[in-house]
């Protein structure tokens, strides 16, 4: 399994970027694909999921109301739409996909894509 993460760059505060993680071979209803974010010195953090069968989807707090996560089975793709950025939204985001169901622990997560770059400017 293979996730490419694209869409990253640089946005002015209040701005807004679609990223996206096309994911090679086969995502079955049970799995759940999600974004992490990390921020220079600090540890890897939940973003938001998507179970990929039903799409019930989940959010971290800081996120919640300005970021939209959606998927296209028939592309095999995961998206975020990250509206109202903020200068601490800056962080290296990644997809993950987790096999066994939801979780916020990115230890839990088995297949990383790379990470793509948001930088926010104030």
């Known amino acids: 399994v293979q996730l490419q993460a694209s869409g990253g760059g640089l946005v002015q505060a209040e701005g807004s970027l679609r990223l996206s993680c096309a994911a090679s071979?086969?995502?079955?209803?049970?799995?759940?694909m999600a974004w992490f974010r990390q921020a220079p010195g600090k540890e890897r953090e939940f973003v938001s999921a998507?179970?990929?069968?039903?799409?019930?989807?989940y959010y971290a707090d800081s996120v919640r109301g300005r970021f939209t996560i959606s998927r296209s089975t028939s592309e095999n793709t995961v998206y975020l739409q990250m509206n109202g950025l903020r200068p601490e939204d800056t962080a290296a985001y990644y997809c993950?996909?987790?096999?066994?169901?939801?979780?916020?622990?990115?230890?839990?997560?088995?297949?990383w894509g790379q990470g793509t770059e948001v930088t926010v400017s104030s």
């Open positions: 071979g086969r995502t079955f209803s049970s799995h759940v």
């Open positions: 998507i179970r990929w069968g039903v799409g019930n989807t």
């Open positions: 993950a996909r987790n096999n066994r169901g939801l979780s916020y622990a990115a230890k839990e997560y088995t297949y």
